[in-house]
């Protein structure tokens, strides 16, 4: 049966023509629900996940270098590594390089759990760009990249 346009039974993306901003912003936030979602029976949240493969990947990373990959701030960051060392996947170590900066280490636990988000996140990707070619996907990709360039030079204030 045909859903009928305009009906309570059809996605309001659909609906009417969304401006570009508008449907970024909305999938970005039904990916985080559904990441959450996904990750919240590992007593997680997306950003305590990003936080564990990022540190997998960069061991050493310091939480400064991490504010911008979470979209938070220094605080943010510093209350999320305390939530994951709290659970025992995460330490802060004296910087090799600078004393004054705390580098972050996966605990046995967290390097495991880690491997196991890696895992979860290649299927997830795979599934949320179902039904699109590489060349589609990469063309998707350097869109993105693109208009993020663009907000990256829109002056403050700017309608």
Request: charged content about 30%; proline content about 4%; glycine content about 10%.
């Amino acid at each position: 049966m045909a859903v009928q346009r305009g009906t309570r039974d059809e996605p309001a993306l659909e609906r009417e023509p969304q401006r570009v901003g508008r449907l970024v912003i909305s999938v970005a936030r039904e990916l985080r629900t559904f990441v959450d979602r996904q990750v919240a029976p590992l007593g997680l949240t997306m950003q305590q996940a990003e936080l564990l493969v990022w540190t997998y990947r960069q061991r050493g990373a310091s939480a400064t270098d991490l504010t911008d990959l979470l979209l938070t701030d220094d605080a943010g960051v510093s209350r999320l590594v305390g939530r994951l060392e709290a659970k025992g996947l995460i330490t802060r170590r004296v910087g090799a390089r600078d004393r004054r900066a705390r580098a972050l280490q996966l605990t046995p636990s967290g390097r495991a759990l880690a491997k196991r988000l890696l895992r979860f996140a290649g299927r997830g990707n795979e599934m949320l760009l179902a039904g699109l070619s590489p060349r589609e996907r990469a063309e998707l990709r350097r869109l993105l990249l693109h208009v993020s360039g663009n907000i990256g030079t829109l002056a403050p204030g700017a309608p």
